[in-house]
């Protein structure tokens, strides 16, 4: 079973940046995406970002204040928050479809989830 790490979440104050980076525990025949979503409290779950191939899509809210991007590897990524905001404050979970082994079907895979908290 891949497993996906995150790291870099926190407390930061209103206009702050914050740096999460997620790993997954083994290389896989094929990523075909991998991104970000978060969930606030009493909220769904909601995408943030995410990255295929070279090409990025991000959520309304976050656009033009977060740069998702490969972290050299094809299994690990990284999301830049700039201009944080108290509606920023959320668990934000990694996630890959990933082809495992060749022959394997596309799965989902999700980390733990980290905790952002935006103060004002």
């Known amino acids: 079973q891949v497993q996906l790490v995150e790291s870099g979440g926190g407390l930061v104050q209103a206009g702050g940046s914050l740096r999460l980076s997620c790993k997954a525990s083994?290389?896989?025949?094929?990523?075909?995406?991998m991104g970000w979503y978060r969930q606030a409290p009493g909220k769904q779950r909601e995408l943030v970002a995410a990255i295929t191939q070279g090409v990025t899509r991000y959520a309304d809210a976050v656009r033009g204040r977060c740069t998702i991007s490969r972290d050299g590897a094809e299994n690990a990524i990284s999301l830049q928050m700039n201009t944080l905001q108290p509606d920023d404050t959320a668990v934000y979970y990694c996630?890959?479809?990933?082809?495992?082994?060749?022959?394997?079907?596309?799965?989902?895979?999700w980390g733990q989830g980290t905790q952002v908290t935006v103060s004002s």
């Open positions: 996630y890959a479809n990933a082809v495992r082994k060749l022959l394997d079907r596309p799965t989902m895979y």
């Open positions: 083994e290389m896989v025949f094929e990523t075909k995406v």
